[in-house]
């Protein structure tokens, strides 16, 4: 049976998620078969690809910049080199590949720092944000162990930060350190663009009104915004500004949607002395990362310094990269792949015949089976035993749950629903002043934290975030449409979401009087080939992330588990599983879209 016309086919392979938006996080995998020959490194996919989700796809921006310092600095035939916001991000990456590499020459792996020139900085421009950026230059051959460290901690620069720097690069402005005889001031500079693609919310109509759910095409991405808003550079101050309004918005003590700078003083504002129903927990309480998996990673590095070295515990089956650092970043992880009770009982016998862990990470819920663990129970063992629990609650989200009381550390990938809009990237990890461990946690963040978000990327997430709280609702109700239609058809195996899982229970304990479900659910079907017949029919954007404004399906597990189907399938994550990020768009749009992908399904 053909595809109709007006679906995707495969020439939109590789555009931007959103349409012409430069620093995109998703990209378009409109087909099954585009998934897989992505997965199968096959050019007709990659030599398409304009951007990918930025931890497993290194932007163009970020290649030309590299390439440009190595032919400066480096050997063009044997070197590359990974792009490292700092001194320290770049540090612990030479270490990694020293570590895992352990027979190269260590002299073969070195850094570079590059700051402002001194010379080019007056008065003029001194309070405006300036260049800086770290590298890591290694032999080629290490170039998979670079590419792990990029992907699993998310220590890399962003490519609003490499376009801006190649730019002061190109122009001497940028420049090795050891070059100059003076450090200059550790300040940063954003380049001058800034504009948000438009989006047909109300109808999800495609030019042609064939009802598809998708972006419009709009300006660029690195078009006007700063440029025209404020000045042809971006301003220190503004960025500060930027910052702070999105720690208060995640501390729940800002809900304004107003500019800058009146928002942090909004009225509707003033007087909150208790922020997500936690006595004692404030803004500063919050601590901000370039992405997610940064959060993480520094989650888990913050808890080994101040706790001690020994495993930790990875409860539910995670996304990826949470379980990657576990095992890589330390000694170890035990991995309870189910998430069950019984996983908790075997845990629990662990402990009580005196094995120490380190912690306990899990996700509320998880990614992508919606599974819901039981924070009670966690909590009460964490208590006893003396660890850690770290809880990422991405895709609950704080406006749904309330998870805070039981964690000890939350993460979250701001990327995805607090942003929306999936032209940027953020993460934070928030602190439990109650937690046992607070004050000596406290210690170290302010002695080791590094803020090394791009200025600018601040001044994106604050924008995309003001209407946060009026999109969780819609995107709340929109997702309960979509599972109650999957579950009704035969064909779908089985419907994953909190609401309909055997651990709605859990999830229920922690949801907020007024909290929905999410905006994330999956399903698997009976067979392959009728998961490849209603993806390709399935008229939304189809690529990597999640949390968007828009509607985002992926065949998550073949791109996320492709090398490891089978292990993955152990886990009740079958390779027939079609995970989806519910969107904004209008309801009965979305209903007639999911109806028309099932009823492709030939009847058998």
């Keep these: 049976m053909g595809l109709p016309a007006g679906l995707p086919f495969n020439e939109t392979v590789g555009d931007t998620i959103p349409p012409n938006t430069p620093h995109a996080v998703s990209v378009s995998l409109p087909t099954w078969q585009s998934n897989v020959a992505y997965e199968e490194g096959e050019e007709w996919v990659l030599d398409k690809m304009q951007c990918g989700y930025p931890r497993f796809f290194i932007h163009k921006s970020i290649e030309k910049l590299a390439t440009s310092i190595v032919k400066r600095h480096g050997n063009t035939e044997s ?12 540090d612990r990456c030479l270490e990694f590949l020293r570590t895992q590499n352990p027979t190269v020459d260590p002299s073969c792996i070195r850094h570079l720092d590059f700051v402002p020139h001194s010379d080019k900085i007056d008065n003029e421009s001194s309070n405006l944000v300036q260049p800086r950026v770290s590298a890591a230059l290694y032999p080629r051959e ?55 693609a438009s989006i047909d919310l109300k109808n999800g109509l495609n030019g042609n009104g064939e009802g598809k759910i998708t972006n419009s095409v709009g300006p660029p991405d690195s078009a006007q915004f700063v440029e025209e808003r404020y000045g042809r550079n971006l301003d220190v101050g503004l960025a500060t500004q930027a910052k702070l309004a999105v720690r208060k918005r995640i501390a729940g003590s800002l809900t304004s949607a107003a500019e800058l700078p009146d928002s942090l003083d909004h009225t509707d504002d003033l007087g909150r002395t208790r922020s997500r129903d936690v006595p004692g927990f404030s803004t500063d309480d919050v601590y901000l990362y370039p992405m997610g998996m940064n959060a993480i990673f520094h989650a888990h590095e913050t808890l080994k310094a101040t706790l001690r070295e020994a495993e930790s515990v990875m409860y539910g089956f995670p996304y990826v990269d949470t379980l990657k650092v576990l095992q890589k970043f330390g000694p170890g992880a035990i991995f309870y792949g189910h998430g069950s009770s019984a996983d908790l009982d075997d845990l629990e016998s662990r402990l009580e015949k005196g094995e120490k862990i380190l912690s306990l990470f899990c996700e509320f819920p998880g990614n992508p ?45 701001l990327t995805k629903i607090f942003s929306g809009d999936c032209n940027v990237m953020g993460g934070c990890m928030i602190l439990n002043p109650h937690s046992r461990y607070y004050s000596n946690l406290k210690s170290h963040l302010e002695a080791e934290y590094e803020d090394t978000m791009f200025e600018e990327d601040s001044v994106y997430l604050e924008r995309n975030s003001r209407d946060f709280i009026d999109r969780i609702q819609r995107v709340n109700q929109n997702a309960e449409v979509i599972a109650d239609i999957l579950r ?86 079958e390779e027939s599983l079609v995970r989806f990020s519910v969107g904004l768009e209008d309801a009965e749009k979305l209903k007639e879209v999911f109806e028309f992908a099932l009823t492709a399904m030939p009847n058998k």
Aim: net charge neutral.
């Design 369 to 413: 089976l919606l599974q819901t663990p039981d924070m009670k129970r966690i909590r009460t063992l964490a208590d006893k035993h003396d660890f850690a629990v770290v809880v990422d609650e991405t895709i609950g989200n704080f406006l749904n749950v309330h998870v805070l009381p039981y964690a000890d550390v939350l993460v979250s990938s």
């Design 142 to 196: 290490l170039w998979p162990t670079a590419k792990a460290f990029w992907q699993h901690t998310g220590e890399g620069i962003s490519s609003r930060r490499a376009e801006f720097c190649q730019h002061a690069f190109d122009e001497g402005r940028l420049v090795e350190a050891h070059s100059i005889r003076d450090s200059p001031p550790r300040v940063t500079k954003g380049p001058r663009r800034y504009q948000r």
């Design 488 to 573: 009704a058809h035969p064909r779908v195996k089985q419907v994953n979401y909190p609401k309909y899982s055997e651990s709605k229970h859990f999830y229920d304990v922690c949801r907020l009087p007024d909290g929905g479900y999410g905006g994330l659910l999956s399903a698997t079907f009976h067979n392959i080939e009728d998961a490849q017949i209603f993806y390709d029919h399935l008229n939304t954007q189809k690529g990597p992330s999640l949390g968007t404004n828009f509607t985002l399906s992926s065949p998550f597990v073949l791109l996320a588990h492709y090398s490891e189907l089978e292990w993955a399938a152990q886990y009740g994550c």
């Design 79 to 90: 070197d590359k080199a990974m792009l490292l916001p700092s001194p320290r991000c770049a």
